[in-house]
């Protein structure tokens, strides 16, 4: 099973619309997948209850007990735990950073979002672990400087996700309906945008276990291939 957490300081940055929504995607790709909420607010926690749709299972929990739910997920052959955290320096976002194979840091394209990520860039270097930004809630029509200049700062700080997202209400909606993007409106651009990150995380995960085979755990399980 692959760890994945959503981490920045800042609020409204998309940590949980967009931990949602890859769960999702996750699911519709055929992938046994959970979301662990930490976060207070309970944001995912409560979209779950907006949803008729089982999966993906959220459950809310205090972050003192993440380790060991992510031990069960493991014995109950998940593939994938996403983790949603709270948008403040807490023990709680350390610790859904110490669990994580992998972790995004969702950042509009805001110099605001970009400085305020540092603290959470610097834990993760001073741990080893792998990550990217997301430049979530980028303005649509085509390639703005501030897009620009965002991808740009974000590659010096540490690697950027490739697929970008734009500001598009469908989260905002899907949000609201206890959806995915994928499943409020399949064929529209947050969708696509959703199934690219899926996708781009897939090849990232697999080339990260093809460096990491000599693992201390006895080696790594690779997420099953997304088609
Ligand atoms: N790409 C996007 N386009 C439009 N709205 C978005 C996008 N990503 C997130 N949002 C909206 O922004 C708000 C804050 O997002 P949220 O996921 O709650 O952030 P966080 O969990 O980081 O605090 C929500 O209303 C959400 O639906
Ligand atoms: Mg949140």
């Keep these: 099973m692959k760890i994945i957490s959503f981490v920045t300081q800042k609020g409204g940055t998309g940590k949980s619309s967009l931990a949602v929504s890859l769960a999702v995607a996750a699911v519709q790709n055929g992938l046994k997948a959970a979301v662990l909420d930490i976060d207070p607010q309970s944001t995912a926690e409560e979209w779950y209850k907006r949803r008729t749709a089982e999966a993906p299972a959220v459950h809310s929990i205090p972050w003192a007990n993440l380790s060991s739910r992510l031990y069960r997920l493991g014995q109950q052959d998940y593939d994938l735990a996403i983790v949603d955290t709270p948008g403040s320096e807490s023990h709680a976002a350390s610790e859904a950073m110490k669990e994580a194979h992998f972790c995004f840091l969702p950042v509009r394209p805001s110099v605001a979002d970009i ?39 974000l590659q ?14 469908d989260h905002v909606d899907a949000l609201a309906a206890g959806l995915g993007v994928t499943e409020f409106s399949p064929y529209g651009k947050a969708a696509d945008e959703i199934r690219a990150v899926l996708q781009w995380l ?26």
């Design 202 to 227: 897939t090849a990232r995960l697999q080339r990260l276990d093809a460096t990491e085979i000599a693992d201390d755990e006895g080696g790594a399980i690779p997420l099953r291939a997304i088609s």
């Design 156 to 169: 010096l700080l540490g690697g950027l996700c490739n697929p970008t997202l734009a500001h598009r209400s």
């Design 115 to 153: 400085e305020a990520s540092k603290p959470t860039v610097r834990y993760l270097n001073e741990h080893a672990k792998p990550f990217a930004f997301v430049l979530n809630q980028c303005p649509t029509g085509g390639r703005t400087s501030r897009t620009q200049n965002a991808r740009m700062a």
